[in-house]
């Protein structure tokens, strides 16, 4: 095990928040679609708006803009908020159950974790602040740039003499790889072995998002997770 210590110590923790902390999947792709389909707002047309709006930083205010200027939005702005405001402020059912586990083990430890998410930064720190995690992390990153947390990483790293970094993603684990080949790098899956091997429609509803990660074939090697209980400290 590697020592804590404070702000300057020897090691520090970089953390995804979508699909590694938090379901993303069953919040947005089940729950938040199943609000807004009371507006008329069909499973079909939720997918196509979402995939024009999700490269430039994905948040429900550019979603929602993106179906009314095609004539397809029937629920306002306002609206919208009051739905996340009755339905879903308090997010913490979403973390996965080791996330706050883990993250108190780090605290004891004394060791510094940073969070780093990717979209727009008002969607990102809505969800964040629901989940209830944000006094567990020194610094909060959100970048809006798709594979650009390599750019995090590279102000971070300087800073410390190790650093592990956990994310879904292996495209932005290899591109952290590529350029620091000292740090530690963790591809987590939150997706059952089970869930891998077939695609029937629940499957595909449940993890949308997140089998697809777990499908990527990465250029370096990281190591492979299940659950944060498997991150080395």
């Not at 009371?38 to 024009?52: N, T, V």
């Not at 720190?125 to 944000?134: D, F, L, N, S």
């Not at 595909?204 to 090697?221: M, N, T, V």
Request: proline share 5%; aromatic share 16%.
């Amino acid at each position: 095990m590697r020592s804590g210590g404070g702000i300057d110590g020897p090691g520090a923790f970089l953390l995804d928040f979508d699909h590694t902390l938090f379901d993303t999947d069953r919040f947005f792709w089940i729950d938040v679609r199943a609000a807004f389909a009371r507006f008329g707002i069909d499973g079909d047309r939720w997918e196509e708006s979402y995939s024009q709006v999700w490269p430039f930083g994905y948040s429900l205010e550019k979603h929602l803009a993106y179906l009314i200027r095609e004539g397809q939005g029937g629920v306002s702005v306002e609206e919208a908020r009051r739905v996340l405001q009755e339905h879903f402020s308090d997010l913490r059912p979403y973390l996965f159950a080791d996330v706050e586990p883990f993250l108190r083990r780090l605290q004891v430890l004394r060791f510094p974790c940073f969070l780093l998410s990717f979209g727009d930064p008002a969607w990102q720190t809505y969800k964040v602040r629901g989940a209830r995690i944000a006094e567990f992390f020194q610094d909060v990153f959100y970048t809006s740039k798709e594979h650009a947390k390599v750019e995090v990483v590279e102000a971070v790293v300087r800073r410390f003499g190790r650093l592990t970094v956990v994310d879904n993603d292996p495209r932005e684990l290899d591109l952290i790889k590529a350029r620091y080949p000292q740090i530690e790098t963790f591809w987590i899956t939150r997706v059952p072995p089970d869930a891998l091997e077939r695609f029937d429609t629940d499957t595909r509803e449940r993890f949308r998002e997140a089998r697809s990660y777990a499908l990527l074939s990465p250029e370096f090697p990281h190591h492979r997770s299940q659950s944060l209980r498997e991150v080395s400290l």
